[in-house]
């Protein structure tokens, strides 16, 4: 298990952008069980939809985006010691089931499809309650930072 301080050395996101708040489970090199704890305070909640609050779809591909991150970030530590940064590259195969609302709390499950040089694929799926929000496949790279 992780908690959010642990999280905050992983990743270079800060809030209102860190869509990680904790990781219940982590198996090196295959997967991830996270959560986001979705509150009314969360700023897109402003405009997506006032009177009728919903996560944007968006979100979920990118929270699911951060926990492969930490997934990869913790199976290879050498990519913190080498100064790198991990960019989300792609998304395929996104669907989108059933709306986000605050008080929900979104389950974050991803497993390592294959590694391959800096590029990395997962299969993630976003979750409330047993019932699935968001599933995609996710492809991130990392670079070292200040290198073009």
């Not at 669907?95 to 979104?106: A, S, T």
């Not at 047993?130 to 991130?140: D, L, N, Q, R, Y």
């Amino acid at each position: 298990m992780m908690d959010i301080h642990e999280i905050l050395k992983l990743l270079p996101h800060r809030p209102p952008f860190l869509l990680v708040d904790k990781v219940i489970d982590i198996q090196l090199n295959k997967s991830i069980h996270a959560v986001k704890n979705i509150t009314m305070n969360e700023p897109y909640f402003v405009g997506h939809f006032p009177g009728h609050p919903v996560m944007p779809g968006v979100l979920m591909t990118e929270a699911l985006a951060q926990a492969s991150g930490i997934l990869a970030l913790k199976s290879d530590p050498a990519l913190l010691e080498q100064n790198n940064i991990y960019y989300f590259a792609g998304i395929d195969n996104t669907r989108f089931k059933r709306v986000v609302v605050p008080g929900d709390c979104l389950e974050l499950k991803v497993e390592m499809l294959r590694k391959k040089h800096n590029v990395w694929k997962f299969k993630g799926e976003a979750s409330v309650d047993g019932e699935i929000a968001c599933s995609t496949e996710i492809t991130t790279a990392h670079k070292a930072i200040g290198h073009d």
